[in-house]
């Protein structure tokens, strides 16, 4: 599954951004999707996560509120919702596919990656 992630881009605090990332694979709407970020000098840490069917849902805590993960099988894609945005969610977005139809908070459950994409949040 190749992943195409688009949205990220310069915003200034409490402005919003919609990451957004597809495939052409037509065996997505199995997989669970997930997000991650890697903030400057930080590890890669999880956002959120969405099952196959889109009813399983999580957030991490700092997000909750904030951000809404969503997906779209018939267009094979993934997209997250960011609203509120604060200076501390400057980072990397990566949207990722799991064969844990449920999804993960786990990156390590993930076998395919996109490439990325910057979210900066700044006056």
């Known amino acids: 599954v190749q992943l195409q992630a688009s949205g990220g881009g310069l915003v200034q605090p409490g402005g919003s951004l919609r990451l957004s990332c597809t495939t052409s694979d037509r065996t997505f709407y199995t997989y669970g999707m997930g997000w991650f970020r890697r903030p400057p000098g930080e590890e890669r840490a999880f956002v959120a996560t969405i099952g196959w069917d889109g009813r399983y849902i999580e957030y991490t805590e700092s997000v909750k509120g904030r951000f809404t993960i969503s997906r779209d099988n018939a267009k094979n894609t993934v997209y997250l919702q960011m609203n509120t945005l604060k200076p501390e969610d400057t980072a990397v977005y990566y949207c990722?596919?799991?064969?844990?139809?449920?999804?993960?908070?786990?990156?390590?459950?993930?076998?395919?990656w996109g490439q990325g994409t910057q979210v900066t949040v700044s006056s």
């Open positions: 990722a596919a799991t064969t844990l139809s449920l999804g993960s908070h786990n990156d390590m459950e993930y076998n395919h």
